[in-house]
């Protein structure tokens, strides 16, 4: 079975229903993540900032 799992934020998934994911994944199912969320934007983790900091 292919599942999808969808959050506002990065880590919602995980933090609200990890444990089915696992359960999920350990039974062979595929599983997938939508994440509506820009996470470059939202985190500082752009290129250039990156950049920036070495």
């Known amino acids: 079975m292919n599942i999808l799992f969808v959050s506002p934020h990065p ?3 995980t ?3 990890g ?3 696992l359960k999920y994944k350990e039974e ?3 599983i997938y993540w939508l994440n509506f969320t820009n996470v ?3 985190y500082g983790f ?3 900032k990156v ?3 070495k």
Request: proline share 0%; net charge neutral.
């Open 11 to 13: 880590d919602d998934e």
């Open 15 to 17: 933090l609200g229903c």
């Open 19 to 21: 444990g089915t994911i």
């Open 28 to 30: 062979g199912h595929k």
């Open 40 to 42: 470059k934007q939202q």
């Open 46 to 48: 752009s290129r250039e």
């Open 51 to 53: 950049e920036k900091k």
